[in-house]
């Protein structure tokens, strides 16, 4: 299991100068405070249709209110992500991005993305809902980010983000594998964020594939990424011409 949390919210962007396309936002892991990192396709194109040049960077702006925004961060770079750091935990936050050239020329503002910071209580500053640590260990002292009280292989930071429980060494993320007409099909069933320590949150999950795991490099699985948990199994069946490869889930809270 991945441990990563992220979040993707999809949002169409309009500009006179450029089609900034659809704009992210990945969340980090739990902290004191909040950071959020907003990604986005790059622009090709002016909205004539006519190649896009001469391209230096992108404004973000954001604030509390939407469509007025207090804070803003210069990228002059064609990186298309950036983090924003010390944001309040359970306050609002909207972010729009412009574009602009060498020239200085600004796009309009992309369409504006709305979020909400989740509110944890996290005196320990842990990275673990304190509500969710004392339900499981009646203290704040047991768990940690790093620890694995139920020995299954498994740390607490990740039995929180995936659901699982903590003090259970049968509960943990798994992939069942079967075989179906002679050929492999993977499944694995959803955990929705329910419960104590996660009011107003979401669970995605996403499936990955890699060829060597000595490379390290996983790759998503094209229709298997940022899948709404509400419990349901979901399955994928490699196609019949596919090479060996490993799997895993990526598990994302927001």
């Known amino acids: 299991m991945d441990s990563i949390i992220k979040s993707q919210i999809k949002n169409k962007t309009l500009s006179k100068l450029v089609s900034i396309g659809a704009l992210f936002m990945l969340l980090a892991v739990p902290a004191m405070s909040m950071e959020v990192t907003l990604a986005w396709d790059p ?48 306050a609002s936050y909207f972010f729009v991005v412009k574009a602009y050239t060498t020239q200085l020329a600004e796009s309009d503002e992309s369409s504006e993305v709305a979020w909400m910071a989740p509110f944890i209580i996290d005196i320990d500053a842990d990275g673990l809902d304190d509500e969710w640590e004392t339900t499981h260990f009646n203290q704040l002292e047991t768990a940690s980010a790093s620890s694995d009280c139920d020995q299954d ?30 050929r492999v099909v993977i499944r694995f069933r959803t955990q929705p964020a329910a419960g104590v320590g996660y009011e107003n949150r979401n669970r995605y999950y996403s499936l990955e ?20 948990a509400t419990g349901q199994t979901e399955q994928y069946q490699p196609s019949a011409s596919s090479s060996s490869a490993y799997y895993k ?4 809270l927001n």
């Not at 594939?209 to 996983?218: E, I, K, V």
Request: glycine share 10%; aromatic share 6%.
């Open 43 to 90: 622009p090709t194109e002016t909205t004539d249709g006519a190649p896009l040049q001469n391209l230096q960077g992108y404004k973000i702006f954001y604030g509390e209110v939407s469509s007025q925004y207090t804070q803003s961060i210069n990228m002059a770079s064609l990186a298309t992500t950036t983090t924003i750091t010390g944001l309040e935990r359970g």
């Open 153 to 182: 292989g498994v740390q607490d930071l990740e039995e929180y983000i995936a659901g699982t429980a903590p003090d259970n060494a049968d509960d943990f993320p798994s992939l069942e594998t079967t075989l179906q007409n002679g």
């Open 209 to 228: 594939q890699c060829a060597d795991l000595r490379s390290g490099n996983w790759q998503p699985i094209p229709g298997a990424t940022a899948i709404l």
């Open 249 to 252: 889930t990526r598990i994302e």
